[in-house]
């Protein structure tokens, strides 16, 4: 089975096709740099779009629904998370992988064996353990690296900013360019990998009505943010000598 439904295939195509038809964007362009696909398939973030993959894909498309379910069928053979880089540990739910300029970026996934929110109270203890032994981990063996950086549009959810540093939570700002990413594309997914009907609803609504490539592009409900602190403040947070 594939990580998400096939509607969510469906609504990347239906995203690129309105790109395409306001911008003038040739289609291949508006899916591999605006959409989930590129990166979905396992390709590189770089977005090479002569590789050899991602050409095999684009030589199927015929521009009709056919399209739709093309998508889903190379999505079976190539479908893996899309994931920021090579991560390097990871303790349950989170983990990490290391960026350049002495840089952690922190990941986040539902881990849960259970059928129970990953974000609930009740597993809140569970979390900050979880985040506790990756900081542990990293003071331990990561020798030069300096910042944790974080990147999602999960910190807009309380029961996410709630398992931080208040000095880390307070450092959100503005994402810059995000669409390749479920960084972005997540807030339309529930832990099933379904379609959340009501967020899928405004965005589909926005992006059809918007007539300018910029107005398409902000039609996300929920942008990216991006936090960075000292990995000091997430040592003294979680008590790690």
């Not at 521009?63 to 998508?71: F, I, Y």
């Not at 840089?103 to 064996?113: K, S």
């Not at 208040?166 to 529930?190: C, E, K, M, N, V």
Request: charge should be negative; charged fraction near 25%; proline fraction near 5%.
């Amino acid at each position: 089975m594939p990580t998400f439904s096939r509607e969510f295939y469906i609504l990347n195509l239906a995203f690129a096709r309105r790109i395409h038809q306001i911008s003038k964007f040739p289609l291949e362009f508006a899916l591999r740099v605006y959409t989930n696909l590129y990166v979905h398939f396992g390709l590189p973030s770089t977005l090479e779009p002569l590789h050899p993959v991602w050409q095999e894909y684009i030589s199927g498309l015929r521009g009709s629904t056919a399209d739709e379910e093309w998508t889903y069928q190379f999505a079976l053979m190539h479908d893996r998370l899309a994931k920021a880089d090579t991560i390097n540990h990871s303790f349950g739910c989170f983990s990490y992988s290391l960026w350049k300029e002495k840089l952690v970026r922190l990941h986040f996934h539902n881990a849960e064996e259970a059928d129970i929110s990953p974000l609930s109270e009740e597993r809140r203890d569970v979390r900050l353990g979880e985040l506790r032994r990756m900081l542990s981990h990293i003071k331990r063996q990561e020798v030069g690296v300096e910042d944790m950086v974080g990147c999602s549009w999960q910190y807009y959810l309380e029961a996410y900013r709630r398992l931080f540093p208040p000095a880390f939570i307070s450092s959100t700002r503005p994402g810059t360019f995000d669409f390749p990413y479920l960084t972005l594309w997540g807030q339309f997914l529930d832990r099933y990998g379904n379609l959340r009907p009501e967020t899928t609803v405004i965005f589909t609504e926005e992006f059809e009505k918007r007539d300018t490539l910029e107005g398409i592009l902000d039609s996300f409900p929920i942008k990216v943010q991006y936090l960075q602190a000292p990995l000091q403040v997430f040592y003294e947070y979680y008590g790690i000598e």
